[in-house]
């Protein structure tokens, strides 16, 4: 796998899990307990129909010789819309709306597109896009974190995912939640290569009004538009015909 394929897969799983963490944000003890938490999380997770917010990606590759840091902004609708908006370290734009991937690379002048109704339930079952403490117990095993990096004022919690193929690949996974204003700080994901990959989150809202028009991408006549899910490598509809 390229380095751009491994790239966007692991930061848009990143960023659909953003409406997890914002709805287990609810318990601001830690001493509440686990159970507790999780009865909160599907209140609020009830809650919460949109957000939006601005994001700062860190990775950290053995394919790499720097770091690679790269922003932009994510929006998300319940059940299945999201838009991810990167301005570093290039234009790109994601948008999964209405069983349709589309992937924007302007400077490339290139797109990719893809059906994904065969792969919908699974794609966000897997990445936990609105789906209550039952539900997403069902794939990962979900405790209050000991041995992440502690960050004053804020709540860390472990998601291990339950299926081998996922579990060989990836090592852990962290979120760390302000604990007065109930918002994802960060997430840190760890692969079995030794890979991190750290998002940080700023500016996020919760409901905010967002245009009709969002979850749509209109591409120039000058795009070579191609089938592909360049962006979702590793999960799924990339390893199928």
Known sequence: ??????SLAVSLMGLILVAGATAIATATDPAQGLSQILTRFDEVQSGVGSLSADFTMITESTMLKDKLVASGRIYLTKPDSVRWEFDLPEQMRFVISENRYTGYFPEQKRAEKRDIQ?????????????QASAELSRFYEIRLATN???????????LDPKKQRVKKKMDAVHFWIDDKTYM???????SKKGDRRVIDFEKMEVNPQLAADL????????????KGFSAFSGFGPDSTN
Do not use: N
């Open 1 to 6: 796998m390229s380095y751009r394929r491994f």
């Open 118 to 130: 065969r792969w919908r339930e699974q794609l966000f079952r897997f990445l936990g896009l609105g």
């Open 184 to 190: 994802p700080v960060r997430v840190e994901y760890r």
């Open 215 to 226: 979850y749509s991408v209109d591409l120039p006549d000058d795009v070579d538009v191609s």
């Open 148 to 158: 992440a990096e502690e960050i004053p004022g804020t709540i860390c919690l472990e």
